[in-house]
């Protein structure tokens, strides 16, 4: 069973740092892209990172661009976010999802490109 767990979500200050892992089982993990996205209450789904095969293509939305990072260990099948310089405002489910295939560009942004997504792991921001 293809499965995707995110973890490290939590309760924080403003200007603290969290760093965010999601672990892919049941499939090769070195031939999938992934993303991740967040909610906040009483908004929509948006796109916050994504991250190529082997890193070598990322891509940021531009509220979270220079603050956080996305990167990968493929051996560990795992996808990691590091989120610094937190602020009240990234407040949310933080959701991390897979699409197997070549490299979509901007597409990547999209949440209809990507076939399996995590439970999701929240996280809170303090003022």
């Known amino acids: 069973q293809v499965q995707l767990v995110e973890s490290g979500g939590g309760l924080v200050q403003a200007g603290d740092s969290l760093t965010l892992s999601c672990v892919l089982s049941?499939?090769?993990?070195?031939?999938?892209?992934t993303g991740w996205f967040r909610q906040a209450p009483g908004k929509e789904r948006e796109f916050v990172a994504a991250i190529s095969r082997f890193g070598r293509n990322i891509l940021y939305s531009d509220s979270v661009k220079g603050r956080f990072t996305i990167s990968r260990d493929n051996a560990k099948n795992t996808v990691f976010l590091q989120m610094t310089s937190l602020k009240p405002e990234d407040t949310a489910i933080y959701y991390c999802a897979f699409r197997p295939g070549i490299w979509m560009g901007s597409r990547q942004t999209e949440e209809r490109v990507y076939d399996v997504w995590g439970q999701g792991t929240r996280v809170t921001v303090s003022s």
């Open positions: 049941g499939r090769t993990f070195n031939d999938v892209i």
